[in-house]
């Protein structure tokens, strides 16, 4: 059995340049990894088999088409293995969340069977296979923090802010990335700034929060409520929405932090940047 953590997603910053021809967006962002989020377990076994488990298991059918199951017959195919193997996704995070979630599943459902058939995870045609699966599962995979270019699978590691106190903060509101895209008012409003990795996030912003902020005016109250607290460093939405973060000075503002957004009753994740 190989167990594989899926952490968390973040989009420190996220600069949308430009509408592409291919359906995509020309990005800047900043990408940071949590601690935490969900696991996937793999093993050998007789026939293939996918199965889901964890607090969000339901808002998502165990159907044989998803990216996990797409990650493993990508992997199987590039790289020739015909042995069938047993996965189980637990899914800790909510889904549709601006987090990482399908595209972390697949990264680490890649990364689990480099693992168990001996590929490098710095292999080319490993990054490569990644980035046929979705935008962000190139940054997944790396799974460190990074500048991404281009679709955002363009990437490039820096620094990171290790052991940082993060929570994270979900109004129980799904929000389409595709809607939250076609509402970008297509303005280029500059690249990432240059230093550190926190002085970069701060500087910097998410272009799509308009969006999606207007199809999910929930968004608003959340970011409020985190900008408001004692502590805090930065409080932004990750990706396209609708969870967002708040990064704190230390874990005891973190807490008052996590004890103001209990009593409005919306998910949250006190965690740490990896």
Sequence with gaps: MIREPAPAKLNLALHVRARRPDGYHDLETLFAFCRDGDLIELAPAEANRFAIAGPFAAALEESTDNLVTRAAQAFATAFGVTRPHAITLTKNLPVA?????????????????????????????????????????????????????????????????????????????????????????????????????????????????????????????????????????????????????????????????RDAVAERGWWRLETALA
């Design 97 to 257: 969340s601006g987090i990482g979630g399908g595209s972390a599943d697949a990264a680490a459902t890649l990364r689990a069977l480099a693992r168990l058939h001996g590929v490098p995870l710095d292999r080319p045609d490993l990054h490569a296979l990644a980035a046929e699966l979705g935008a962000d599962v190139p940054a997944c995979l790396l799974g460190r923090t990074a500048i991404g270019r281009g679709r955002g699978d363009a990437l490039r590691p820096v620094p990171g802010l290790p052991s940082l106190p993060v929570l994270l903060v979900n109004p129980g509101v799904p929000v389409s990335t595709a809607a939250v895209f076609a509402r970008w008012d297509g303005a280029d409003r500059g690249p990432l700034g240059g230093g550190d990795p926190l002085s970069v996030a701060r500087a910097g912003r998410n272009d799509l929060e308009p969006a999606a902020r207007a199809l999910a005016p929930e968004i608003d109250e959340v970011l409020a409520l985190l900008s408001a607290q004692p502590g805090v460093l930065l409080a932004r939405m990750s990706g396209s929405g609708a969870t967002c973060f708040a990064l704190f000075e230390d874990e005891r503002a973190r807490a008052v932090a």
